[in-house]
């Protein structure tokens, strides 16, 4: 939920600054906007400035304190144009936080202001990002402006989900049926709220479903039945909200190899969406690598200890998904700087798995080669980070990618993931 308490302090911050400068005249007559001033954490805002001198040099700076309590912050120099304007999405800055042009360079490329945070946590309960950023012109803040980002559009219902299934349903601000995405989780467990919310805000019917690490589930990703998403899937299948026809899955890391699973083994799948994940199925997370992960009618399926051991074709064979059963679309998105495991060497093995099986049905690689384990989230947010922990294993991991390659595939597969959705989905609907 919104924090209206922090949103109106920072207002009356700026307005008071506002009255301040005003009362001192032309000295104070540049402007600093965002438009728009309101957005969804998958969209753009540009920064602009007016006022200025023709080719003055001067400094913008991007605040934000995280759903962690934790300060982050950036800034660069830009050059006033004849107009002496600044538009972020048309200049780059001469030096700073971030280099060429970027709309929204001052948020992505922010760095904590305390040594020991490790990454950018999102606002608790999926509430509203407020980010603050200020024009400084001689040492002195001449102008602010505020922008809002949502992670969950106005009108998004969110239904618990308890008993056979786990996880929470959110339904867009529609009376119409919408297509239906079941969200899936990685290695971190519990729910994953935050595409689903994406998804939802844009239109779908997303069900973010835990399956280990949430309350009564298994604690570790071992021996997972996979006959629960089927369940999953027929549940979704008899909501009133959902067309029934037209289903996707969408997973990331450990998700986005079961998303790849769940697309071969159930024909109610319509699309597919894996975001860095693996071609086979790699053994348990997070405590015994050589415990299945997997079983099918209590059937263990065969599995590799890990991806990245997977040299003997002959021996991993077995554990390699059969993706070309698939009945719709394949959408694989990878990181080429992936730090946790070779997601591009493993996505282009899908994709040549399809071509050598001459699939029926559309399939694309969004390869980004600068990015990491976070190629192309949606969600357009300091990309800096550390070394992490992941909460399962409790242990460190390296997830690789430059902030600027992690944001430059967020950037451009925002829109690719969203036009595969409709086309794909949009299109089954109307051959039936």
């Known amino acids: 939920m919104l924090d209206r308490s922090r949103v109106m302090k920072v207002r009356g911050l700026i307005l008071a600054v506002g009255l301040w400068a005003g009362g001192l005249g032309t000295a104070f007559s540049q402007t600093l906007e965002v438009i728009p001033k309101r957005v969804l954490v998958d969209e753009p805002a540009v920064i602009r ?8 040099h001067i400094s913008i700076q991007a605040d934000l304190i995280d759903g962690a309590d934790k300060p982050w912050s950036s800034q660069a120099e830009f050059v006033a144009d004849a107009q002496g304007a600044i538009d972020t999405s048309l200049q780059a800055p001469v030096q700073g936080s971030y280099d060429g042009v970027s709309a929204t360079g001052l948020i992505w490329s922010m760095k904590p202001a305390e040594k020991h945070v ?3 946590q999102g606002p608790r309960d999926l509430g509203t990002q407020l ?5 400084i012109r001689n040492g002195q803040r001449v102008a602010n402006a505020l922008v809002e980002q949502l992670n969950v559009a106005d009108g998004v219902q969110q239904i618990k989900v308890e008993g056979q299934l786990h996880g929470v349903l959110f339904l867009p601000n529609t009376k119409e049926r919408r297509p239906g995405v079941l969200v899936v989780g990685g290695s971190e467990g519990g729910v994953p709220r935050q595409k689903a919310a994406w998804l939802a805000s844009r239109g779908y019917a997303a069900l973010a479903l835990a399956y280990f690490r949430y309350e009564d589930l298994p604690p570790q990703l071992e021996r997972i039945p996979l006959e629960y998403f089927g369940r999953a899937l027929a549940w979704m299948m008899q909501r009133p909200e959902i ?4 289903l996707a899955v969408m997973g990331t890391s450990r998700g986005g190899e079961l998303a790849l699973q769940l697309g071969a083994m159930f024909a109610e799948v319509k699309a597919v969406v894996a975001y860095v994940p693996a071609n086979l199925r790699a053994g348990g997370c997070c405590r015994d690598y050589r415990i299945p992960p997997w079983t099918w009618h209590g059937v263990p399926l065969a599995f590799v200890f890990s991806p990245t051991q997977r040299r003997d074709l002959a021996a991993t064979f077995p554990a390699v998904i059969p993706v070309e059963h698939t009945h719709g679309a394949i959408l694989v998105i990878s990181g080429g700087d992936d730090g946790v495991w070779p997601s591009t060497e493993m996505s282009d093995a899908v994709v ?23 190629a192309g989230r949606p969600q357009i947010v300091p990309t800096w980070h550390g070394t992490t922990r992941n909460p399962t294993s409790g242990r460190e991991e390296y997830l690789g990618g430059k902030p600027d390659g992690d944001a430059q595939s967020s950037l451009d597969a925002i829109p690719k993931v969203l036009e595969f959705l409709r086309t794909s989905l949009t299109e089954h609907s109307s051959q039936n």
């Open 49 to 56: 400035a007016k006022g200025l001198t023709p080719n003055e």
């Open 118 to 120: 490790a990454q950018y």
């Open 131 to 135: 980010i603050q950023f200020r024009l």
């Open 243 to 246: 067309s029934p026809d037209r």
């Open 352 to 374: 040549g798995r399809l071509k050598q099986d001459h699939f029926p049905y559309p399939y694309e690689h969004l390869n980004y080669p600068h990015a990491g384990h976070r």
